[in-house]
């Protein structure tokens, strides 16, 4: 994925500036919402908690992971617009924690030491370093399609089209999502993307029970294609023969020029125009969903 904008990239950033960021900056950061736990799960059951952006709480196989976990209230100038509503010490103790990549919105630091109790981390490879002071206990750096066994669960990292580096000479640090396997039941979190024939590939890897797929800032300021959009996340939803859909990567921070609100809107008019509304599931933060999926 190149770095270079595309053209018209000026007159992008000025709208972004003038309609998303100075908006945003001016209102009031909304409060947090109500939340709530699952504290019982059957064998067969598996809870998914959006925790905002690409945040989320699994529940499977009789372990808490936790993947890219995100509870800073600004990125740079970029405001989080609601404050987070299940903050680290709300949270069961997590086993397992899984980063996709290493941006700033994926990987935040002080979020991953307020969590970081001895338990593995799994990241891509070249992203070990930004995490190896973070109280693990151990760093396990992924290739595409290399996998790690924890208990009964396996996880492998998967390609997508996107990008990693940190800073911008650091190309060398890989980005994916995770396959995660565990009790007959698989859940694959996408990272960032944007739409690529791989999709199909993933789907021939695992029968995807539940799919966390990013639907917003598709409007990048830079004109660069690195984000699907809503329609996007529902073709590729298709392409990999997953059962269910959740939406990340939406509503907590504006990254794109598109209004705030518009992508979940976009994907269940999407999803309704397809016949497939009862398989797509827009979230509230801090609320779970149980999927009883063997």
Same mark, same amino acid.
């Given at each position: ?61 009789? #372990?808490? %992971?936790?993947? +890219? ?6 990125? @740079?100038?970029? !405001?989080?617009?609601?404050? &987070? *509503? ?51 206990? #151990?760093? %396990?750096?992924? +290739? ?6 924890? @208990?009964?669960? !396996?996880?492998?990292?998967? &390609? *997508? ?53 990013? %639907? ?79």
């Amino acid at each position: 994925m190149g770095l270079l904008p595309s053209k018209g990239w000026q007159q992008r950033n000025l709208q972004f500036l003038s309609d998303i960021l100075i908006p945003t900056l001016l209102s009031p950061r909304q409060p947090s919402a109500s939340s709530s736990l699952v504290t019982h799960l059957e064998k067969n059951e598996t809870g998914v908690t959006w925790l905002g952006h690409a945040g989320f709480l699994l529940q499977m196989g009789g #372990k808490n %992971i936790l993947v +890219d976990p995100n509870w800073a209230l600004w990125h @740079g100038p970029v !405001k989080r617009v609601r404050h &987070p *509503t299940l903050l680290a010490p709300a949270l069961p103790y997590i086993d397992l924690v899984l980063i996709t990549h290493a941006h700033f919105d994926h990987l935040h630091i002080p979020s991953l030491r307020s969590i970081a109790a001895g338990q593995p981390v799994v990241v891509p490879e070249g992203v070990g370093s930004v995490v190896k002071n973070c109280a693990f206990s #151990k760093v %396990i750096e992924l +290739d595409y399609w290399g996998s790690y066994d924890f @208990g009964d669960l !396996k996880v492998t990292f998967t &390609p *997508t089209k996107h990008w990693g580096a940190r800073y911008i000479h650091d190309t060398y640090r890989k980005f994916g999502g995770y396959l995660i396997e565990g009790s007959g039941q698989t859940i694959f979190h996408c990272g960032d993307s944007s739409m690529f024939d791989g999709f199909k590939e993933i789907g021939k890897r695992a029968e995807i029970d539940v799919a966390l797929m990013p %639907i917003g800032a598709y409007q990048a300021p830079s004109g660069r294609p690195v984000h699907m959009n809503p329609e996007e996340a529902m073709e590729a939803m298709d392409m990999m023969g997953a059962q269910h859909l959740i939406p990340m990567h939406y509503g907590t921070f504006p990254l794109g020029g598109e209004p705030i609100a518009e992508p979940s809107i976009r994907l269940l008019a999407s999803a309704k125009q397809l016949g497939r509304d009862k398989f797509v599931h827009v979230m509230d933060e801090g609320h779970p969903a149980v999927f009883s999926l063997a």
